[in-house]
């Protein structure tokens, strides 16, 4: 199995593996060494994941525990963006998917926040997002719910928002709308779409399509994928490394921006 591993200075799978953490050491014999290993529900019954779950409301949400703006967000949309990131815990980090009674829930609760047009709504108040869509979307689909068809419409949506170049945007910030106007705006303003495409929109978007069985190998995907491989290596000298059958991705901070690495299938770019 060829990990990459032999590829960098330093090999990290010792440190991985004492670090004494059961996920980590987990995915690390699973993914880098290719040993077999027992279930991952086994990694469900660890303290960190039922301390997580006891957390959850009954409507299948978290609550989010800091201080809200009620001026600008409403107690729902933080909720949303807590469930958002809980839930990229439970899936990415232990491997939770739909078997489980609770990420069940969590995504009930996510497709009772998509609208009939598609998209995931209320992190932007009534805006349009491009970024947590996809982004809900994408631990969805790693959840199980691939074949459901309401991620399907998620996906018409998203293709139906594309710019001109074939990339995206949050489409409030083509228009100048400032974020406190946007977030108590009524209606979602629409994109220009001659403006160019976000890079960093455009990663997070393609996020979902890559861990897509069936839509990471559309058009769509990979005219987006060039698009951005190509401002990837002209502006900030990035290379994207192709895997085959793989969406798996990580953030990485580059200056005052965060910049979406994706592991794109290798026809993606060729």
């Known amino acids: ?44 019954q660890l303290p960190s994941v039922l301390r997580i779950l006891r957390k959850q409301e009954e409507n299948g949400y978290w609550k989010y525990p800091g201080k809200i703006r009620e001026d600008i967000r409403s107690r729902d949309d933080y909720n949303q963006v807590e469930t958002y990131r809980v839930l990229g815990e439970l899936v990415c980090k232990y491997g939770l998917n739909r078997s489980h009674r609770q990420i069940q829930k969590s995504a009930e609760y996510f497709f009772n926040c ?4 598609g998209d995931f709504r209320g992190i ?20 199980g719910y691939s074949n459901d068809h309401r991620i399907k419409k998620g996906f018409q949506w998203l293709i139906s928002m594309r710019q001109e170049d074939g990339g995206w ?23 220009d779409p001659s403006r160019p495409f976000s890079h960093l929109v455009t990663g997070m978007v393609l996020r979902a399509f890559a861990a897509h069985p069936e839509y990471r190998h559309g058009e769509e995907t990979k005219r987006a994928a060039k698009l951005l491989a190509r401002r990837f290596s002209r502006q900030i000298n990035i290379q ?16 005052s921006q965060i910049l979406l690495v994706l592991w794109i299938p290798y026809h993606f770019l060729t």
């Open 124 to 143: 932007y108040g009534n805006q349009y997002a491009t970024t947590y869509s996809p982004a809900i979307m994408e631990l969805l689909i790693k959840a």
């Open 114 to 117: 998509q609208t009939i047009e």
């Open 1 to 44: 199995m060829n990990s990459g591993v032999d590829e960098l200075k330093i090999n990290p799978i010792p440190v991985l593996l004492s670090v004494g953490n059961p996920a980590i050491e987990y995915y690390t014999r699973r993914d880098l060494l290719g040993e077999e290993v027992g279930p991952v529900e086994e990694l469900w």
């Open 169 to 191: 945007v949050i489409p409030f910030r083509t228009s100048g709308m400032n974020i406190k106007e946007a977030l108590l705006a009524s209606e979602p303003d629409l994109p």
């Open 240 to 255: 994207i490394v192709g895997i085959e059958n793989t969406g798996k991705g990580f953030p990485i901070r580059s200056g």
